[in-house]
T-cell receptor, first 114, second 108 residues
């Protein structure tokens, strides 16, 4: 299957700082990428849909000024958590969709805000 | 919107066969996905069904009936490493929204 990478895999930051997470499709071009958040023992929650070259579409309840998404190329999308707080600590997972609609996930980024 | 139902937990014996069912109600349909997720890890793609019928990939098979809004994931020759959550998700339009998943425990 297609490969999606995510960096970093783990990050610890102080409250009030910003963190950038990168998501790359390594062997295919992804016009659409998705960002999910998952809290312990809960299902994945879609945060936003990112289309290359256009603004991301955020799900209800997700602050677009806090979670900045940039999809500058067909292989790269970034999620920046601005002014992070402890309640933002979570497992963030990106996903990229292929041209035949299959969707593959990156390995996830575990964010801890202290 | 989407309504996806699957059992919360299942237990099966090593070497056995287990079937995880998923029913859905959506206003549109562009395919159904099954993913495996081990604790602390991201989901892994298992299958994508867009037409009715059974698709087999090694020990894993996935079935879809669009008229019934029903799918199942069949796991054969269960191994201990198959203990994980199995997520069913239906693509209505663009985003992929997940159900709560089925936590499968494989016991010796």
């Amino acid at each position: 299957g297609a490969v999606v990478s995510q960096h970093p895999s783990r990050v610890i930051c102080k409250s009030g700082t910003s963190v950038k997470i990168e998501c790359r499709s390594l062997d295919f071009q992804a016009t659409t990428m998705f960002w999910y958040r998952q809290f312990p023992k809960q299902s994945l929650m879609l945060m936003a849909t990112s289309n290359e070259g256009s603004k991301a579409t955020y799900e209800q309840g997700v602050e677009k000024d806090k979670f900045l998404i940039n999809h500058a190329s067909l292989t790269l999308s970034t999620l920046t958590v601005t002014s992070a707080h402890p309640e933002d600590s979570s497992f963030y997972i990106c996903s990229a969709r292929t041209t035949n609609r299959e969707q593959y996930f990156g390995p996830g980024t575990r964010l801890t805000v202290t | 919107g989407q309504n996806i139902d699957q059992p919360t937990e299942m237990t099966a014996t090593e070497g056995a066969i287990v079937q995880i069912n998923c029913t859905y109600q959506t206003s549109g349909f562009n395919g159904l996905f099954w993913y495996q997720q081990h604790a602390g890890e991201a989901p892994t793609f298992l299958s994508y069904n867009v037409l009715d019928g059974l698709e087999e990939k090694g020990r894993f098979s996935s079935f879809l009936s669009r008229s019934k809004g029903y799918s199942y994931l069949l796991l054969k020759e269960l191994q201990m490493k198959d203990s994980a959550s199995y997520l069913c998700a239906v693509v209505e339009y663009t985003p992929l929204v997940f159900g709560k998943g089925t936590r499968l425990s494989v016991i010796a």
